[in-house]
């Protein structure tokens, strides 16, 4: 502490460090602490200004930038995601920014699995001797003509011991599919409807199943094959189940010695019928029996009408059981109008009494043929 001019100044406080180094010297290092002394200086309006304006900028910055914040937050948001985001590439490229919403299928029920049936087979079968076009196919339960088509044959006499032929399940065409094909086209050549087509070759999508090289089987009931003519050359063997009569009218004469047949009285013009299903063997004139027509059933008996005014038939055509072959005439030798009714059994004449249906019609023997 010192006085200086009556005022008392204190001595700023001294710290002393000594290091002897002999016995007689010593090391000292000294450290005074003074207080630093403040000078005024004088401010510049220049820079009075600049701190007022740097004092109200950062006061409005506080007070916006809050707000700011609030109001632009999901901007923000999106472009923090964008920056801080990982960029990974697209898996698939996208021809617009935009997201398109997808549409979501909902089931009604509980989804059921639908197992489709298999289409019919065909089967084979390898002629032994003694079969006959017609015995096959009454074993297969087909007509002559299903089984014929099928296997080119047009002659029952072209049938040959050891022969392979093939056998549809039913009554159809066997069609191999080819280019340009369609469903309704098959159907439609041989006279069938498309939907039983689709049904009985289970096709569900067309043309997915209606490919080149596929068998579709075409259903033609009673095997009346358009165009298709089947010429009967072999003698067929013979079982007796019963048929049906010609046409409605009086039996007249019966069957028995010079009388090769029966003969049945009917108005002239009235429908003559096939007495069962089969095919036609003769149509055309025949000696003193007139215009005749003459059906070669399909279990082998041969049945002719004789007298006849007109036919509606031709030669190898498919005919069905009831179905109108002629109209009754007087044709050839005879009285009056009538049909003359005769059957075969291997080319040998029999009595149609013995296939006639149960409960026959009016009989006048020795009446006059031609008058009912």
């Not at 204190?10 to 000078?39: C, M, N, Q, W, Y």
């Not at 617009?96 to 299928?105: E, H, I, M």
């Not at 109108?324 to 009714?341: K, L, Q, Y």
């Amino acid at each position: 502490m010192a006085q200086v001019g009556g005022a008392v100044r204190h001595r700023p406080p001294r710290l002393e460090v000594r290091v002897p180094l002999t016995r007689s010297a010593d090391i000292s290092f000294g450290l005074v602490i003074r207080k630093p002394r403040r000078r005024r200086r004088k401010r510049s309006a220049f820079r009075r200004w600049t701190s007022t304006f740097v004092l109200a900028g950062c006061c409005v910055i506080a007070g916006v930038i809050p707000i700011w914040t609030v109001i632009a937050a999901p901007e923000l948001e999106r472009v923090g995601a964008m920056l801080l985001a990982k960029p990974q590439p697209p898996l698939v490229a996208r021809t617009s920014a935009a997201t398109v919403d997808r549409a979501v299928v909902i089931a009604r029920g509980a989804p059921v699995t639908s197992v489709r049936k298999d289409p019919p087979g065909l089967q084979l079968h390898a002629v032994v001797s003694g079969e006959t076009l017609l015995s096959i196919a009454a074993r297969y339960e087909i007509t002559p003509q299903t089984l014929a088509y099928n296997n080119g044959i047009k002659d029952t006499a072209e049938l040959r011991s050891g022969q392979s032929l093939v056998i549809p399940p039913i009554d159809a065409a066997i069609h191999v599919v080819r280019d340009g094909d369609t469903l309704s086209g098959i159907a439609a050549s041989f006279g069938a409807d498309p939907d039983t087509v689709r049904t009985v070759n289970s096709v569900a999508f067309e043309p997915a199943d209606v490919t080149t090289g596929r068998v579709i089987l075409v259903p033609v009931p009673e095997g009346l094959y358009p165009g298709f003519r089947l010429v009967v050359s072999d003698a067929p063997r013979v079982f007796a189940p019963r048929i049906r009569w010609p046409t409605q009218g009086i039996v007249t004469q019966l069957f028995g010695g010079a009388h090769t047949g029966i003969d049945i009285a009917a108005l002239y013009g009235s429908a003559v019928v096939a007495s069962d299903s089969g095919t036609v063997t003769w149509v055309g004139w025949r000696g003193s029996g007139g215009l005749a027509v003459c059906v070669l059933v399909d279990w082998g008996l041969e049945v002719c009408d004789y007298h006849l005014s007109a036919t509606q038939v031709e030669l190898g055509e498919r005919v069905v059981a009831g179905q109108r072959i002629a109209s009754v005439g007087s044709t050839g030798v005879s009285t009056g109008p009538h049909v003359h009714w005769e059957a075969r059994t291997n080319g040998v004449l029999v009595d149609p009494m013995t296939y006639a249906p149960e409960g026959t019609s009016v009989v006048r023997v020795g009446g006059a043929t031609g008058s009912p």
